[in-house]
């Protein structure tokens, strides 16, 4: 059933479109706008010029297949999908990821990365065939080497078929060449990777065509959590656009300690790490002969203030991806919501301090976010 509420809101939302002052709404006619910017859902798909067989299918079927492949592991007993499980929205539900040792960050859910320009929590690569070549050698995670997956693919005759197809030639000598390779196939699967339609898509598309109908269909109570995360929250300041997330990076006063005495040194390091890299979109591996998407990393400065940043992470799909933050140190989003309202402003520095106060928030309105976060979650698609 409809409650006035809902029906107030939805008036409210028409009013304001001809310009009148809306009673009694949770959403005001400054909200319209932000709440447009947060779609269209899905986005057009990307191409990855820096990829040059992003979007192929031969290619795309071959990442698919090298995802599953335990093959690529040291010792031949974890794939990329041990700790990405589709079913868990292509995380682990652990706190911290476990691979050949154990790892100190939360398994990152992977989807809607053609909407992304940085990669990692600490944003350590910018682009996505680098940060799938990252685990395949991290010793912590699955420990292998160019020479190891090179000869992988080159001696099984089905990886060897499916690499021809995907580049039109066998695999070649160079066990760099072949590797990286195996890792552009991996990108392009995981492009594919998006998150399906939510009822706030279908909430937000009504309120763009001035439909009362079917913008009722939309729960009151994420009404209120949508007005809150828009108004008193400023949640959307950094959870922006249609993948709420702004793609950047921020402190919002979590803890950054990984053990007594060791800190995790967040996007601090990862610039380091970036601009060390071979596999960098300004390295010989980028496709793109004219380097037109590497005008961020050639400009990335090191700041003391990245110190202790995380990459904000995108909102949608949460139910499957618990738990949450860059340590996994937070189970459920009742507990992340309880960290926005008590937020200790003495820990936060940098960003995060200009846009972030403790919101005390009531029962009820803990309750609204929640119902607002849920809407941002449709049926996860294989
Ligand atoms: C041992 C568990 C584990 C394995 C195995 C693993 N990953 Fe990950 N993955 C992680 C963790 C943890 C992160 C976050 C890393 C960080 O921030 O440093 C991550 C991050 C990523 C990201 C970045 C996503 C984003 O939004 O920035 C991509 C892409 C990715 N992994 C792809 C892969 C691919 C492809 C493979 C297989 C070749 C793979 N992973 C294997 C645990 C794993
Ligand atoms: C200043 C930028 C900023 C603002 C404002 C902000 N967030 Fe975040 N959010 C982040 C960052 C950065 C992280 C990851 C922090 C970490 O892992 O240490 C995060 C993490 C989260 C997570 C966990 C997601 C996951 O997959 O682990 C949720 C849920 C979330 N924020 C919701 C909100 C809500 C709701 C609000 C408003 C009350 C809000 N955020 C305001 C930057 C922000």
Redo the contacts with the bound molecule.
Sequence with gaps: MRSPRTLWALAALLAAAGGAQPLQSPLHDDDIPRILAHGPWPPPPVRDVSNRVSGQPAAIAFGATLFHEPRLSRDGQRACASCHQPARGFSDGLPRAQGLQPGTR?TL?LANLGQQHWFG?DGANDNLWAQSLRPLLDAREMGSSLAQLAATVRDDPALHAAYRQAFGQPPGSNDERVAVDAAKALAAYQETLVTPRTPFDDFRDAVARGDRAAAAAYPAAAQRGLA??LGR???Y???SGPNFSNGE????G?P?FITRGEVDP?RHGGIQALQRSRYNLLGPFNDDATRSTAVGTRHVLLAHRHFG???????RG?AR?A?????GS?PT?HE??RH?SELDENRLHA??EA??RP?RLTDQETDD?LAF?ASLDGEVAR
């Design positions: 939360n859910a929590w809150l995360f929250g400023r949640c300041v950094c959870h990076f921020s402190d919002i979590r950054f967040g940043e995380f990459k904000v992470p995108s909102l949460l991806t738990p949450y933050m860059h340590d937070l989003l992340v919501l926005y960003d995060g846009i972030l919101l976010l976060l």
